[in-house]
């Protein structure tokens, strides 16, 4: 099943819970497309990579 990404509402708490939920859910994938486009030298796929495979952005995600 193909899942789009959601924007990050900043008012409303129930569509942000929705997208945080859909990248939580989506996150091994998210990954591995990220690291595709930097095998392809693309510095910001890079970069987002690394951000979001730090342990700290990884439990702050699954806590909030």
């Known amino acids: 099943m193909r899942t789009k990404l959601k924007n990050l509402c900043e008012t409303r708490w129930v569509a942000r ?3 945080l939920f859909t990248f939580m859910a989506s996150f091994g994938t998210v990954v591995r497309t990220l690291e595709d486009y930097a095998q ?7 970069a987002y990579k690394a951000a979001i495979t730090q342990s700290s952005f990884i439990i702050t995600l699954v806590v909030v």
Do not use: E, I, S, T
């Open 17 to 19: 819970a929705d997208a």
């Open 40 to 46: 392809q030298n693309d510095a910001k796929a890079g």
